[in-house]
Antibody, heavy 117, light 111 residues
Framework: EVQLVESGGGLVQPGGSLRLSCAAS????????MSWVRQAPETGLEWVAN????????YYLGSVKGRFFISRDNAKNTLYLQMNNLRAEDTALYYC??????????WGQGTMVTVSS | QSVLTQPPSLSGAPGQRVTISCTGS?????????VHWFQQLPGTAPNLLIY???NRPSGVPDRFSGSKSGTSASLVITGLQAEDEADYYC???????????FGSGTKVSVL
């Protein structure tokens, strides 16, 4: 069964850090681009970052560039998102997705990140 | 404010045809980037419904269809069913922002 399972969300204070993980199964993780997409009530769905299959290239939404870092461990079939200097506007449900043909065709169930003091 | 504009809500009776519009600009849909559509049922993750303007992944009923013209795209649900009650989002790429972008979402209600 094709599956993406996120973990690592939680409550963090402004300026704090959090690392999200996503365990992939049921498809060839090492051969696919992967992405993080977030969803907040105020801003709707928002693409956050992409990473190439071999991890050699990353792309970011402008508002997270320099604060968020996407990475992957193909030996562990796991995607990561390191989030630093978190802001209230980063509060959202974060989804791990498989990216193909410039869209997102597999989604996890999401992990909630709340940034609040 | 979303780069791609959708009507906030639409409704229809069972069996009716519903059309959801997605309006972009010359830096996204008008720049010939493909449009994709997602269905999000309450409490679940989005699910790819249409890719590359008018293609359905396996398992998606043929009552869902997509089209694109100029700076806009449309999702048509022909023969609306109760199980189609959900939020629908369009998605494309914007070369001015250098980012994948989503529509504001349309809530479809079945009367």
């Amino acid at each position: 069964e094709v599956q993406l399972v996120e973990s690592g969300g939680g409550l963090v204070q402004p300026g704090g850090s959090l690392r999200l993980s996503c365990a992939a199964s049921g498809f060839s993780f090492r051969d696919n681009w992967m992405s993080w997409v977030r969803q907040a009530p105020e801003t709707g769905l928002e693409w956050v970052a992409n990473i190439k299959p071999d991890g050699s290239q990353e792309y970011y939404l402008g508002s997270v560039k320099g604060r968020f870092f996407i990475s992957r461990d193909n030996a562990k079939n796991t995607l990561y998102l390191q989030m630093n200097n978190l802001r209230a506007e980063d509060t959202a449900l974060y989804y791990c997705t498989r990216a193909q043909m410039h869209t997102f065709n597999i989604w996890g169930q999401g992990t909630m990140v709340t940034v609040s003091s | 404010q979303s780069v791609l504009t959708q009507p906030p809500s639409l409704s229809g009776a069972p069996g009716q045809r519903v059309t959801i519009s997605c309006t972009g600009s010359s830096s996204n849909i008008g720049a010939n980037f493909d449009v994709h559509w997602f269905q999000q049922l309450p409490g679940t993750a989005p699910n790819l419904l249409i890719y590359n303007n008018n293609n359905r992944p396996s398992g998606v009923p043929d009552r869902f269809s997509g089209s694109k013209s100029g700076t806009s795209a449309s999702l048509v649900i022909t023969g609306l069913q109760a199980e189609d009650e959900a939020d629908y989002y369009c998605q494309s790429f914007d070369n001015r922002l250098g980012a994948y972008v989503f529509g504001s979402g349309t809530k479809v209600s079945v009367l």
